[in-house]
């Protein structure tokens, strides 16, 4: 166990669902990520929070939205999701000190499995 | 362009012998870092070998980095099967929070 959860595990949704993954962490930590892995791909960057507040948005889609309510826990709510957007969806929180940048080692959780219909 | 690829995509090995992967990367970088990744799971962190630091170990690890010439090198020495898993090298150039990660290799250790 690496400190950080994901639920739900596996979710199936249809195109006009709204659903929402979560995910905490154990650790203390004070900055978040959302990735989303696909297939034959590199693991892409979609959302960091850093304090709780965001600091990076790699121009996903408005039909993904992240929530970060306090430095345990994130979310990202889905909407009119796409069949292309059936991915492996990893949280990672890693130590940022204040006042700085700079990303050293990042602790994942075991991801969400989204397919969309 | 990606950041960091990672050489060979796949590898097939016997429990025992060692494995070697590569990482090459475009752009100079503050850090880079290696993960492991069981299939279907989260990414675990490895170790991290700053820009300024040539070797690092950390139990069968072994992780070189060549800033000269862009590239890194992960050692698994003695392969478990238990080692069997996709690898990732990630790199941080400085400035946000952003990692950038390779496709990775997926290793094999047949027993």
């Known amino acids: 166990e690496t400190g950080v959860t994901q639920t739900p595990r596996h979710l199936v949704m249809g195109m006009t669902n709204k659903k929402s993954l979560k995910c905490e962490q154990h650790?203390?930590?004070?900055?978040m990520y959302w990735y989303k892995q696909s297939a034959k791909k590199p693991l892409e960057l979609m959302f960091v929070?850093?304090?709780?507040?965001?600091?990076e948005n790699n121009s996903v889609p408005s039909r993904f939205s992240p929530e970060c309510p306090n430095s345990s826990h994130l979310f990202l709510h889905l909407h009119t999701l796409q069949p292309e957007d059936s991915a492996l969806y990893l949280c990672?929180?890693?130590?940022?000190?204040?006042?700085?940048?700079?990303?050293?080692?990042?602790?994942f959780g075991p991801g969400t499995r989204l397919t969309v219909l | 362009s990606q950041q960091g690829e990672e050489d060979p995509q796949a590898l097939s090995i016997q429990e025992g012998e060692n494995a070697t992967m590569n990482c090459s990367y475009k752009?100079?970088?503050?850090?880079l870092q290696w993960y492991r990744q069981n299939s279907g799971r989260g990414l675990v962190h490895l170790i991290l070998?700053?820009?300024?630091?040539r070797e690092k170990h950390s139990g069968r690890l072994r992780v070189t980095l060549d800033t000269s010439k862009k590239s890194s090198s992960l050692l698994i020495t003695a392969s478990r099967a238990a080692d069997t898993a996709s690898y990732f090298c990630?790199?941080?150039?400085?400035?946000?929070?952003?990692?950038?990660f390779g496709t990775g290799t997926q290793l094999k250790v047949e027993l």
């Open positions: 990672a929180s890693s130590r940022q000190r204040p006042g700085t940048t700079g990303v050293d080692e990042q602790f």
């Open positions: 929070y850093s304090l709780e507040e965001r600091v």
């Open positions: 070998i700053r820009s300024n630091e």
């Open positions: 650790l203390g930590h004070n900055a």
């Open positions: 990630a790199t941080y150039t400085g400035g946000g929070n952003k990692l950038t």
């Open positions: 752009t100079s970088i503050n850090n």
